[in-house]
T-cell receptor
Framework: DTGVSQNPRHKITKRGQNVTFRCDPI?????LYWYRQTLGQGPEFLTY????????KSRLLSDRFSAERPKGSFSTLEIQRTEQGDSAMYLC?????????????FGPGTRLTVL | DAKTTQPNSMESNEEEPVHLPCNHS???????IHWYLQLPSQGPEYVIH???SNVNNRMASLAIAEDRKSSTLILHRATLRDAAVYYC??????????????FGGGTRLMVKP
């Protein structure tokens, strides 16, 4: 296993279109996180899953955003009716459910540009 | 979450040691101290973490003050590939709390040849 993978790496879309991103975590990791990062800022938490259950969502995650992890393995993040403000790097991370000592392992991200 | 404070940027010369400071004066007794780095156009990468004792791994060392209100990430010999943004993050111990990472602005390390 080579780590967390994300697809696509880049996505350019027009305002109003829907987009979907995929994340494949490290296989034995039961926690999966989505973050968003805009230029010059640190990543911001969006949501996380423990196995297939979505346990927390940030207030940054508007109604146009939905995430799933149907079998507790890969996850998808969909953005409906994209807006220019959605342009950002979307990062996925996975970890084991342990105490706060566990590191999170990040994928390379999907860079979204909304025209 | 307890807050961390880091300098916005630091400069180092290649092959010299680098000490990246982090203040976390409101840290609770059970918060872990984590460090991540982020190279341009890549996702963050876990570097090291600790609770009370100093820690060493192949990437770096983490020195934690006795009162735990500050810590220092030490790169023993900076290389050009170490030029990145370094984030110091506190994480609580609760397994059920999600333990998502709260990133601040980090320290941008520049390494001069």
């Amino acid at each position: 296993d080579t780590g967390v993978s994300q697809n696509p790496r880049h996505k350019i879309t027009k305002r109003g279109q829907n987009v979907t991103f995929r994340c494949d975590p490290i296989s034995e990791h039961n926690r999966l996180y989505w973050y968003r990062q805009t230029l010059g800022q640190g990543p911001e938490f969006l949501t996380y899953f423990q196995n297939e259950a979505q346990l927390e969502k940030s207030r940054l995650l508007s109604d146009r955003f939905s995430a799933e992890r149907p079998k507790g393995s890969f996850s998808t993040l969909e953005i409906q009716r994209t807006e220019q403000g959605d342009s950002a790097m979307y990062l996925c991370a996975s970890s084991l459910m342990t105490s706060g000592g566990a590191g999170q392992f990040f994928g390379p991200g999907t860079r979204l540009t909304v025209l | 979450d307890a807050k961390t404070t880091q300098p916005n940027s630091m400069e180092s010369n290649e092959e010299e040691p680098v000490h990246l400071p982090c203040n976390h004066s409101t840290i609770s007794g059970t918060d872990y101290i984590h460090w991540y780095l982020q190279l341009p156009s890549q996702g963050p990468e876990y570097v090291i973490h600790g609770l009370t004792s100093n820690v060493n791994n192949r990437m770096a060392s983490l020195a934690i003050a006795e009162d735990r209100k500050s810590s220092t990430l030490i790169l023993h010999r900076a290389t050009l590939r170490d030029a990145a943004v370094y984030y110091c993050i506190l994480r609580g111990p609760n397994n059920n709390a999600g333990n998502m990472l709260t990133f601040g602005g980090g320290t941008r390390l520049m390494v001069k040849p």
